[in-house]
């Protein structure tokens, strides 16, 4: 079964550190997106690419968040610096948006960060 | 805002009841997907709704997409301990359908 995959699974590291995620969409998937959960505010949408392009980010702290795709098989999510609010589940899922209806997407398992 | 309200929000069971799940808003959606979570993983797609009244079976599990297209249940037959996880809503906007708007999801422990 295709998967996206996402690493590291866990991160703990200190408050000032840079975080970097990464993500590995499916192959031929044009849309890729960066969701935030917690227990709190469940899934929250940071950022979403289609056809590599960034289209909306607006969920995105953008003073210590950014997001990139260097290329179709490869999405990053960056923290830096990192601070104890950031403690989350991250999770990257990637989808074929092309036509009216949108039919679902396949996400990674996710990458659980606990900044101390 | 948009929003997405999930009820219960906590729902515990005996292997072999009946479940329904609800997901309602104000808004309309071009489609509505369900997810199944489980802890230390991702959310898992199950289906997606399209028509208003559609309704879709998959084995014990029946979803229903409102007649308005602004609401959907989720109706688990016989429930079963691999049932448990979070079950998810999440709407997609009908003005820009590459979104998802998403419920906080009802939690489901069906206990042997």
């Known amino acids: 079964d295709a998967r996206v995959t996402q690493t590291p699974r866990h991160k703990v590291t200190e408050m000032g550190q840079e975080v970097t995620m990464r993500c590995q969409p499916i192959l031929g998937h044009n849309t890729v997106f960066w969701y935030r959960q917690t227990m709190m505010q469940g899934l929250e949408l940071l950022a979403y690419f289609r056809n590599r392009a960034p289209l909306d980010d607006s969920g995105m702290p953008k003073d210590r968040f950014s997001a990139e795709m260097p290329d179709a098989t490869l999405a990053t999510l960056k923290i830096q610096p990192s601070e104890p609010r950031d403690s989350a589940v991250y999770f990257c899922?990637?989808?074929?948006?092309?036509?009216?209806?949108?039919?679902?997407?396949?996400f990674g398992s996710g990458t659980r960060l606990t900044v101390v | 805002t948009q929003l997405l309200e999930q009820s219960p929000q906590f729902l515990s069971i005996q292997e072999g009841e009946n479940l329904t799940v609800y997901c309602n808003s104000s808004s309309v959606f071009s489609s509505l997907q369900w997810y199944r979570q489980e802890p230390g993983e991702g959310p898992v797609l199950l289906v997606t709704?399209?028509?208003g009244g559609e309704v879709k079976k998959l084995k014990r599990l029946t979803f229903q997409f409102g007649d308005a297209r602004k609401d959907s249940s989720l109706h688990i037959t016989a429930a079963q301990p691999g049932d448990t996880g979070l079950y998810l809503c999440a709407g997609a906007d009908a003005g820009n359908n590459r979104k998802l708007i998403w419920g906080l999801g009802t939690s489901l422990a069906v206990n042997p």
């Open positions: 899922a990637s989808g074929s948006v092309g036509g009216p209806i949108l039919y679902g997407y396949t």
């Open positions: 709704v399209v028509t």
